[in-house]
């Protein structure tokens, strides 16, 4: 696919890091000015991988949180003492996104930090449950996979980026 805006966001950001790898770098002789050059190239890495793979991590996350929430809806239901926490977490899988409003990276993100709240208070309060509840230790299985997936995810951004590139300074 042919982007319609050339050069795109990742390409100016490579072209920067370029630059500055042939033509600022190699005329830097002090070290906290090539530890200072050094961290902005792994920076602007990291940003043009961001670039390409934040949207679709955050579609993934939101759309990973709304299969998981129904289990957590399940075992909420026998506790009289979460009704906030079911009605919010009810709103968020059932929540629609506006098909007339773009989905921005920092909406997705909104979202995303929102589902991500639900998820630390189903922690508070799996703490609390007797430990003979199979329920619960379901639910809190199903957490722990989710954590574990959510942080391949951003590594999947953050490797690239620093992996294999020299010490940041």
Not at 48 to 77: N, T
Not at 113 to 127: G, I, N, S, T, W
């Amino acid at each position: 696919m042919t982007p319609i805006l050339t050069p795109t966001a990742t390409e100016v950001l490579r072209c920067v890091r370029e630059t500055m790898e042939s033509g600022i770098i190699p005329s830097l002789s002090g070290r906290t000015e090539r530890s200072n050059a050094a961290t902005i190239q792994h920076m602007l890495r990291f940003v043009e991988h961001r670039i390409d793979k934040e949207g679709q991590l955050l579609f993934d996350e939101i759309a990973y949180l709304r299969d998981l929430f129904p289990v957590a809806l399940d075992w909420l239901a026998g506790r009289p003492d979460a009704d906030a926490l079911k009605a919010a977490i009810g709103r968020a899988v059932d929540a629609t996104p506006d098909p007339t409003v773009y989905p921005s990276l920092a909406r997705l993100g909104e979202t995303v930090a929102a589902l991500r709240q639900h998820v630390c208070d189903l922690l508070l309060l799996l703490q609390a449950a007797p430990e003979r509840d199979g329920q619960a230790a379901n639910l809190h299985q199903k957490l722990r996979d989710y954590i574990v997936w959510q942080l391949e995810q951003e590594g999947s951004i953050v490797e690239p980026a620093f992996i294999g590139h020299g010490p940041r300074r």
